[in-house]
């Protein structure tokens, strides 16, 4: 069942050139992490409840690369913590909405992950994310 807002998703060229303007916000990164299946480099910066997730292509045929080049720096997509994916991925499929991956994988910080296609979710990328309380830190993407 989904819980929370987990974090907005920004593609950005750099992260250590995006996170000066959080930072002088007051607020400061918690994790950078690589995700290598993925492409992406990922800064986690705690904003209240929720998280703001720099996101830095490690690859030039990564997502977030593509998406840099067609749209520019920006929001990537909106996430939406859930305490089990698989059931929601499944509530999901059974009632018609486009999925993009044939079931969930594991993202940032050990989270399982499923992402929603824009055309299914009023043109925004959704994902939805459930921590796993067995790998280090949580699954809350708290490895730096």
Do not use: N
């Amino acid at each position: 069942m989904i819980g929370k807002i987990d974090h907005v998703g920004i593609a950005v060229r750099s992260i250590d050139e995006a996170k000066r303007l959080y930072e002088a916000m007051g607020l400061h990164v918690e994790a950078i992490e690589e995700v290598p299946h993925e492409g992406v480099r990922v800064a986690l910066i705690p904003c209240g409840e929720s998280r703001i997730e720099l996101l830095e292509p490690t690859s030039d045929d990564s997502p977030i690369a593509r998406f840099l080049e067609k749209r520019g720096p920006g929001i990537h997509h909106l996430c939406l913590g859930s305490d089990d994916v698989r059931a929601d991925d499944a509530r999901l499929r059974a009632a018609g909405y486009q999925v993009l991956r044939p079931e969930p994988t594991r993202g940032a910080g050990g989270c399982w992950v499923q992402f929603v296609h824009p055309k299914s979710a009023g043109g925004v990328l959704l994902e939805l994310s459930e921590g796993d309380p067995h790998h280090p830190g949580g699954g809350r993407g708290e490895l730096t």
